[in-house]
């Protein structure tokens, strides 16, 4: 409950018009949940440190204890020290009733003169009183809501004491600005109504005494015995390295599964920051979406199948795709490496794709985005976008927020800090396979069709990044009779004069070179890491053999490759540290081999499973003599974000 003019500093401004502009969520302003987290984390510590009483220097209370386990991390902790999970999740903070907004103007002083200074003239962005809600969730190491009474209880208690502690939120803090009442409670009672500042205060005083004598009332309820119960951080490692279990599931039998997803927020896929910039993937990596699934079929478990449970990943059991972006059904996949098009734009609505021929000279080869191919034709709201799909890539977000020194309240120096991520809005799939042990040790089929809240990505405890609602279902009719033909589900087939490429064939399909041998087509829908023999970095042709080889398909040689190389980086927990970079094929690589009719069927087997290290996590799927990859060229519309995000705008940040 703010009582005067208050607001959050994005640390930008309008240029030609306003200084500083303030968070805001659409038209309103709006306290982001990593604000919140911080005030009331600072707070917690004192009062807990209070609640200990005196302590030696060396000596941990038990409520300091709990705090440290409640927010993970000591805002007085020295640098280098090993955070802990955090089990409290705060969302951002938004108006309760419409919140005008308003500029106010300031100047410098000049301590030599007392008078204003030259070209100092200062016009900054305020929010008006007014009363703002959020959510807080108390979380296991799981993700999963605790249920522990006595821990609930405890968190309650804490939070609510550390909430009337906090006296400010925002910047101007020095000059008045941003007073504020934070009430931590479970229901808040009585009505509000007004709009001066003084109404504000007097309801927020009402609040603030009806609740401290609720938490006098929960206070009695900690004895030394509950006090010394509550949970505080483990020692040593947070994560425990589990054993490998042998691959026990057979691949060909089992349940093929499509995970849609509908992001309600920004989510920021792991990429390596650079400098200040927090960096966002265009796609959410099966990395991210596998502990998720486990969790969620290990909710179903039975008695007696929970060897089966805990080794679902290591021994096979469970294995998902990279999740990609859908325009209007229709998935996205990594634009082949193959394919190009004209130096010089003919049309702003509309693209033509080349594909490799030597009739087509003089292109520029495609890099980055996805194709959404769709022979049946595009949208056609405009004339000539009757085209046969869409391409582009998702523009990401970028949000820029300021860490805040707890010690100053101001700024913390070189903490300015711009977060990407993809847009909220935006729709993802992915493909799931379960193995017959794991789908009737869980019962997944009780699993399907419902739709599901989670948390994913980076800064997902944040409470501004990470929600998206998720629902499992099973594969229908058509998406099984493609994952047939191509080796993954949602791959249209062309009809009529679209099915046959230059040379009059079926696409996708050569000329054979001999009579037992085919030329195929392999186009790489997602990043492969394939080891090298011995200890360099991989991912060279060589490698690539070898990793099909060891699955029980013999290339020999790849007649024809397009293929480039990503570094892969990803984060362990365990360590608080990045782990080791891998060398990876790109998505989009192509490659062409002679394979004869058995080679052919195993490659549409293993296409959904991939190939390579860490098949599990998303890492090297492919599909099988691609219908795109033998055309002449094909003209697609340029997919924009309202073709990704078909609602409203997503709101916060600007466009990439």
């Known amino acids: 409950m703010f009582t005067s003019d208050w607001g ?109 200074r030259d070209q100092f003239l200062r016009f900054t962005e305020r929010a008006a009183p007014g009363v703002l809600t959020g959510t807080f969730t108390l979380i296991d190491e799981a993700g999963a809501e605790l249920s522990d009474q006595r821990t609930i209880d405890a968190a309650r208690f804490l939070l609510g004491v550390a909430g009337l502690m906090v006296r400010g939120i925002g910047s101007g803090r020095s000059g008045g600005d941003g007073e504020c009442t934070v009430l931590v409670s479970e229901e808040i009672g009585g009505k509000w109504s007004g709009e001066s500042s003084a109404e504000f205060s007097a309801y927020a005083y009402e609040q603030s005494k009806q609740l401290r004598a609720v938490l006098a009332r929960l206070s009695t309820c900690f004895s030394d015995e509950v006090i010394s119960s509550l949970p505080k951080p483990k020692p040593g490692p947070q994560h425990s390295v589990g054993t490998v279990a042998d691959r026990s599931a057979k691949p060909r039998n089992g349940h093929h599964l499509i995970l849609n997803l509908t992001l309600d927020s920004p989510i920021v896929s792991y990429e390596v920051p650079f400098s200040n910039e927090i960096r966002s993937l265009d796609f959410l990596r099966g990395t991210v979406l596998l502990p998720w699934l486990h969790r969620l079929v290990s909710s179903k478990k039975q008695a007696g199948n929970e060897a089966v449970i805990t080794n679902a990943v290591t021994g096979g059991h469970l294995i998902v795709s990279d999740a990609l972006p859908v325009i209007k059904k229709i998935e996205g996949l990594p634009v082949p490496l193959t394919l190009k098009t004209d130096k010089t734009p003919t049309s702003d609505s509309t693209i033509t794709l080349y594909g490799d021929s030597p009739k087509n000279k003089g292109k520029i080869p495609v890099r980055g985005g996805y194709v959404f191919y769709d022979p049946k034709g595009g949208d056609g709201k405009e004339p000539g976008t009757d085209s046969q799909g869409w391409y582009g890539k998702p523009p990401l977000r970028g949000r820029q927020t300021t860490a805040i020194n707890h010690e100053t309240g101001a700024a913390s120096k070189g903490q300015l800090v711009l977060v990407d991520a993809l847009p909220e809005g935006l729709k993802m799939r992915a493909h799931v396979w379960v193995s017959d042990e794991l789908w009737e040790a869980t019962s997944v089929s009780d699993l399907l069709g419902k739709t599901r809240v989670a948390r994913l990505g980076s800064r997902k405890l944040t409470g501004t990044f990470g929600s998206v609602h998720c629902t499992l279902r099973a594969e229908t009719d058509d998406e099984r009779e493609s994952r047939s033909h191509f080796g993954s589900a949602g791959i249209a087939h062309p009809t009529g004069d679209a099915s046959k490429s230059a040379n009059g064939t079926a696409l996708g399909e050569s000329a054979p070179a001999s009579s037992d041998d085919q030329t195929v087509s392999l186009w790489f829908t997602s990043d492969v890491i394939a080891h090298s023999a011995g200890l360099g970095a991989g991912g060279t042709v060589d490698d690539l053999i070898r990793a099909f080889k060891r699955e029980g398909v013999d290339l020999g040689s790849i007649k024809a490759a397009s293929i480039r190389h990503r570094r892969v980086d990803s984060w362990s927990p365990a360590d608080n540290g990045p782990r080791a970079s891998r060398l990876a094929i790109q998505a989009g690589s192509v490659i062409q081999v002679s394979a004869n009719d058995e080679n052919h069927a195993k490659l549409l087997e293993l296409a959904p499973f991939g190939v390579g290290e860490l098949t599990a996590q998303g890492y090297g799927r492919f599909v099988v003599a691609h219908p795109l990859l033998s055309i002449e060229s094909i003209e697609v519309t340029k997919a924009k974000l309202e073709h990704f995000v078909c609602e409203e705008t997503p709101e916060g940040g600007e466009e990439k």
């Open 8 to 116: 959050v500093s994005t640390g930008v401004g309008h240029a030609g018009r306003t200084h500083s502009k303030i968070e805001r969520c659409g038209d309103d302003p709006v306290v982001r949940g990593t604000v919140i987290t911080g005030v009331l984390r600072e707070q917690a510590m004192l009062a807990a440190k209070a609640l200990d009483g005196q302590k030696k220097e060396e000596e941990e209370g038990k409520w300091i204890s709990f705090a440290l386990w409640l927010f993970g991390q000591d805002p007085n902790g020295k640098q280098g020290s090993t955070p802990h999970p955090r089990h409290v999740l705060f969302s951002d903070a938004t108006p309760a009733s419409k919140i005008p907004i308003h500029d106010t103007v300031s100047l410098s002083i000049d301590p030599t003169t007392g008078t204003a």
